[in-house]
């Protein structure tokens, strides 16, 4: 009773803290006017400085889904996604991030607009962004945030009641807040997590002893067979493509760099993440599920709970339950914040009100996508691992997505319609190869990386082909970052 006590005081404690040191950094902001309710609301009025840019962008992605869900693989292996995110990252800085800081876009999208010269294009790929939130990530991060707290504890309490006040607690973030309060409380709660995460790693160790002797070897290599979950192979093929969909064009990621007062600030951010992901992050992600695995045995997503109420003293478990939780209410508002900037801007400004009150507007889609998270949730319950389901069910947006900025970054004149297909196609053909229950999938055996590598050859193959044969338009090579290339 004594110890729980103090954990819960200390997570209490530590939680009302970032909160306040987030209010005193946000505290007078100038919002600017009506007229850049958007810019303000959803870009921080593009104030953020490089340290607040990469804070942010680290701990929207690295959260308990990465945390819980990587550890419970219990494998070195997954520490190829981090390591391979660094070239995501370098393609953000290089390749993505001069485009849109030229074209001024407020969404990635809108990227997509000035290229095809058609908002419809625009409309359709939010859409696919939005229900990529609402539908996967969302309710991911809140799930396996309810999930770790309630092992690392070992309450009783049911995971939808926990789930309830992450989703409750994270609304008011971004609703009252915008991107503003969502990056610094990022910023904020992410060197706590870090510091903390690494702490549990050397505890960790420390507790076998650095000995890894009876771990089966396939658990310690980064050489993975075909049945592995990150073959070796599909980093020759699908790996490099995921990467630079996730970092390079999902508005999750990139609003945290468009933020930024200049382009060379937002890429001394994204290098700065990148930087932390390849020195800290591998090892944090799958450390403490290998000696897990040692310990306790194959145990899953619960292995990291297990390990850090383990080799955790009372005080410091309580100071990283309230990292934990802070990077589940950042993760998660983040992903609230920037699917409601892709409704707002790209969908209701376009087609329904020009000049909406965008906080107000935000506000109502933030709490319909809280009710949509909430009713989710058992769906996740029923998942081997979280992070395998979160990959392979985003792989049916994130190829299709992909092929429509790579034909708009390399070609002029292809027709919007024809990029529109091919997201279509692209979707159908995805479901098609990589479900189990596709008679396709069984002969051939592919792991679904190398599908989503088929997909995105055939995506663009698909767009190119329509536009010549349907449309009677020839693809002209120009590409977006070509200093020819003025904004729109």
């Not at 992605?61 to 370098?90: I, P, R």
């Not at 997505?401 to 319609?417: E, Q």
């Not at 190869?433 to 792991?447: C, D, K, V």
Request: hydrophobic letters at 55%; charged letters at 10%.
């Amino acid at each position: 009773m004594y110890s729980s006590t103090i954990q819960v005081s200390v997570f209490v404690f530590v939680t009302a803290l970032i909160g306040l040191l987030t209010y005193l950094s946000c505290r007078g902001q100038n919002r600017n006017g009506q007229q850049n309710q958007n810019r303000e609301f959803f870009l921080a009025g593009g104030g953020l400085a490089w340290y607040f840019v990469a804070g942010s962008i680290t701990l929207t992605n690295l959260s308990t889904d990465q945390l819980v869900g990587m550890n419970g693989n219990q494998m070195a292996l997954l520490a190829l996604w981090e390591l391979s995110a660094v070239v995501g990252l370098f393609i953000l800085a290089k390749v993505f991030l001069p485009v849109y800081y030229k074209f001024k876009c407020t969404t990635t999208t809108e990227l997509l607009e000035q290229r095809y010269h058609n908002k419809h294009i625009r409309a359709v790929i939010s859409a696919l962004f939005f229900l990529g939130s609402a539908l996967i990530f969302c309710p991911a991060v809140i799930y396996s945030g309810s999930l770790f707290m309630q092992s690392m504890f070992n309450v009783e309490l049911p995971l939808m009641y926990i789930a309830v006040v992450f989703v409750i607690v994270g609304a008011l973030y971004a609703i009252f807040g915008g991107l503003r309060a969502v990056a610094v409380s990022d910023t904020y709660s992410g060197v706590l997590l870090l510091t903390m995460a690494v702490v549990v790693t050397i505890l960790a160790l420390q507790a076998i002893d650095y000995n890894f002797d009876g771990i089966p070897e396939e658990r310690l290599t980064l050489i993975g067979g075909s049945d592995s979950p990150v073959p070796w192979h599909t980093l020759l093929t699908g790996m490099i493509f995921i990467q630079m969909f996730y970092w390079g064009t999902n508005q999750v990621i990139t609003q945290r760099a468009m933020a930024a007062p200049s382009l060379k600030e937002a890429q001394k951010g994204v290098f700065a993440a990148a930087g932390i992901r390849l020195i800290i992050v591998p090892a944090i992600i799958v450390v403490p599920g290998i000696v897990s695995y040692k310990l306790f045995g194959d145990i899953g997503d619960s292995a990291y709970g297990r390990i850090v109420a383990t080799v955790l003293p009372d005080w410091l478990s309580g100071i990283f339950a309230a990292a934990m939780a802070a990077a589940v209410l950042t993760t998660f508002n983040s992903n609230l914040n920037s699917a409601t900037a892709l409704y707002v801007c790209d969908i209701h400004e376009a087609y329904v009100d020009k000049s909406p009150n965008v906080p107000k507007l935000s506000g109502f889609v933030t709490v319909l996508l809280c009710f949509v998270s909430l009713a989710l949730i058992p769906v996740y319950q029923q998942a081997e691992s979280i992070i395998n389901l979160v990959q392979q069910l985003y792989g049916l947006l994130s190829m299709p997505i992909l092929s429509v900025f790579i034909v708009g970054l390399l070609f002029k004149n292809v027709h919007a319609n024809a990029a529109i297909g091919s997201v279509v196609f692209g979707v159908a053909l995805y479901a098609l190869l990589s479900f189990e229950f596709s008679p396709i999938y069984a002969p051939f055996g592919l792991h679904y990386i190398h599908l989503m590598f088929i997909t995105l050859l055939s995506c663009v193959s698909f767009a190119l082909l329509v536009n010549k044969v349907i449309f009677g338009q020839k693809a002209q090579f120009s590409m977006a970052i070509s200093s020819k290339e003025t904004a729109a």
